[in-house]
């Protein structure tokens, strides 16, 4: 993972990149560093821990830093290596001139490690990056030419890369380049910019490159030259950035993350604005390329994504059966990828991803492609490299989400889900015009009952008071519900590292029912609808092995206060439609229980935003 920044010109560098790094931190946050340039001589600066560290850091070194205006920066999220000062970004050679900053991983690294181990080079750090630093150098000795050297290294090295490279003997020149990895260069006037993400250099400049695979740049104050690896030159592909700075506030709110659960309502209305004009016309989903013709030869579906884009496709799945009657699998990126799939022309391959760049899904992806599959891609930055890969492409709309763990991005999946199914049901005449707009009316007012959850979420702070001191969660669904439940207890386990699982209720008694007693609450989502009774009983089940009960309900039953300990009321919606209202509570559920135990919500431990590694 980890985001990469580099900058050459005429600005004082140390604030380009430090703030390019605040806006990287999505891609990791455990240790970061600088290494600058001062027209002689390139000093490092690294520190472990948050971006802060690095910033103190650098406060104490202004006036040796001040007058430099060439430098590249880091912000890691560790694989090899622990995230100490010594691992931490640029690495640099043996002699200290050549300085590295690197996002991917060298499969190969130990190879090359060993025969630059042969040839003298002595290593100091665990990590897979310090290789290339030996390596570049190594050719840089022999040939003296920085793009040179970069290029033939890049030859010897397999895995996933971007890197930005300078050189003390070279104080004009920053190099950079990438495989499978995302790179962008910001164009400025006599200056230029690099970047693992746009927002990093959005504030400076709207003009920029993207950095195609093996492809390598020189950078000048004066100007760019491209080549590839083969040594071909390359025409620059200059695009305008369809992006405005964005000043990233919390609003008032304490966290981000409460930020984004708030501005769930009108993600939805976002979302479905200029989708869904007038409930009585058919939704327009014009970002579809598939002729009719093409939607009603699909005999099959395939949805990969990860984490809690891989929840919002299995409900994904859910409705495209339900409305449309075709087959939908659902799997893991991390596991399609590695397996003989049943994936050809004739499938539908839907890619689901709030980032976009999610390595797992981007390789599943490009697999698909590859087989021939039409991609549709459903993810929140339609610039992302995942977005590139699409045949079909619907944005959500969701806007920047800053907090690791996901919220508006996934009810805006949702949305779209509904709208790609109802869609797909009205080309195919699979649903009638009047359960279309029904759904239709229901989807519209859905923000106001969210808005109502919102009003009155003391009494969810009430409930995660309460049962923040238990060490273990269980949650239980059934049918549309199941994914509600494995995305309520992801949310706990992630920023809270509260043990928690999503169960099908029915499953409960076909072990897991053996771990419960007083000590294990049992959080039940029980909404009305084909399987509520069923779900009544699992929740008898649970209670008669003194479990402590929780319903998250539409039901005003009165009787359902003999049996739960806590009960969390919400607005009474159809079942087709619940899993958009009842993640709320939970989300909000997982928000207070961290914050009553004191976590770092946004940014908990061990995890960063967009998983950029298999
Ligand atoms: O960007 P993506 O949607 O592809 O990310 C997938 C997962 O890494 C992501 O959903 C992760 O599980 C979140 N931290 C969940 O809150």
Not at 59 to 86: C, D, F, M, N, Y
Not at 292 to 315: E, F, P, W, Y
Request: a negative charge.
């Amino acid at each position: 993972m980890c985001g990469i920044v580099g900058y050459i010109g005429s600005r004082s560098v140390v604030e380009i990149l430090t703030s390019g790094l605040r806006k990287l931190e999505y891609r990791g946050y455990d240790s970061s560093g600088i290494a600058v340039h001062s027209g002689k001589e390139i000093k490092v600066y690294k520190a472990e821990g948050k971006l802060q560290n690095l910033d103190d850091l650098m406060q104490k070194h202004v006036s040796e830093t001040a007058s430099s205006t060439l430098g590249i920066g880091h912000i890691r999220w560790a694989t090899h290596g622990a995230p100490t000062t010594v691992n931490a970004h640029p690495h640099t050679c043996n002699c200290g001139k050549l300085v590295i900053v690197h996002n991917g991983i060298i499969e190969n690294y130990k190879e090359l490690r060993a025969d630059l181990e042969k040839r003298g080079c002595k290593f100091r750090s665990q990590t897979d990056t310090e290789t290339v630093a030996h390596l570049v150098a190594y050719h840089y000795g022999k040939l003296q030419n920085l793009t040179e050297a970069v290029r033939q290294a890049t030859k010897e090295i397999d895995g996933a890369y971007a890197l930005c490279i300078m050189h003390q003997d070279n104080p004009n020149v920053l190099v950079a380049t990438k495989r499978n990895a995302p790179l962008l260069v910001g164009i400025g006037e006599g200056e230029y910019f690099v970047a693992s993400d746009v927002p990093a250099i959005i504030e400076y400049t709207k003009k920029a490159m993207y950095l195609n695979d093996n492809e390598i740049v020189t950078l000048t104050r004066e100007n760019m030259d491209l080549i590839d690896i083969d040594n071909n030159k390359i025409s620059s592909k200059i695009e305008m950035l369809p992006w405005e700075p964005v000043a990233l506030s919390k609003m008032g709110f304490k966290h981000f993350m409460l930020k984004e659960i708030h501005e769930q309502p009108d993600v939805i209305r976002n979302v479905l604005s200029g989708k869904l004009f007038n409930t009585d016309e058919p939704i327009n989903l014009s970002e579809v390329n598939l002729t009719k013709a093409d939607l009603k030869k699909l005999n099959r579906i395939q949805i990969i994504a990860c984490g809690t884009s891989l929840h919002a496709a299995m409900v994904g799945k859910y409705l495209i059966e339900e409305f449309c009657g075709i087959p939908v699998d659902v799997e893991a990126s991390s596991e399609y990828i590695y397996r003989k799939t049943v994936t050809d022309e004739k499938t539908l391959v839907i890619g689901v991803s709030q980032s976009g760049e999610t390595a797992d899904t981007i390789t599943a992806i490009k697999q698909s492609k590859e087989r021939g599959s039409h991609i549709l891609i459903i993810t929140n930055r339609p610039d992302s490299t995942m977005a590139r890969f699409a045949d079909s492409l619907i944005p959500v709309n969701a806007g920047i989400e800053v907090s690791v763990a996901a919220t508006k991005s996934y009810v805006a999946q949702l949305i779209s889900f509904y709208l790609l199914a109802i869609y797909m049901g009205e080309v195919k005449e699979s649903i009638s015009q009047v359960f279309s707009k029904n759904l239709k009316k229901e989807l519209v007012i859905l923000p106001q009952k969210i808005e109502q959850i919102l009003a009155h979420k003391e009494i969810i702070q009430r409930c995660a008071k309460h049962y923040s001191r238990y060490k273990d969660f269980i949650y239980i669904a059934r049918g549309i519900n199941l994914a509600t439940s494995l995305e309520g207890a992801l949310k706990l386990k992630e920023i809270s590292y509260i043990n928690a699982t999503g169960y099908a209720a029915g499953e409960l008694k076909h072990g897991p029912i053996a771990m419960l007693d007083e000590t294990m609450p049992v959080l039940a989502i029980l909404m009305k609808g084909s399987v509520y009774e069923k779900i009544l009983s699992n929740a008898e089940e649970s209670k008669a092995r003194n479990a402590n009960l929780i319903a998250l309900t539409d039901s005003d039953d009165p009787k359902l206060d003999d049996l739960f300990d806590f009960i969390i009321r919400i607005p009474e919606v159809s079942e087709v439609l619940s899993p958009i209202i009842s993640v709320i509570p939970l989300q909000l559920m997982a928000y207070y229980i961290a914050e009553f135990l004191g976590k770092d919500v946004d940014q908990p431990r061990n995890l960063a935003k967009s998983v950029t590694v298999e």
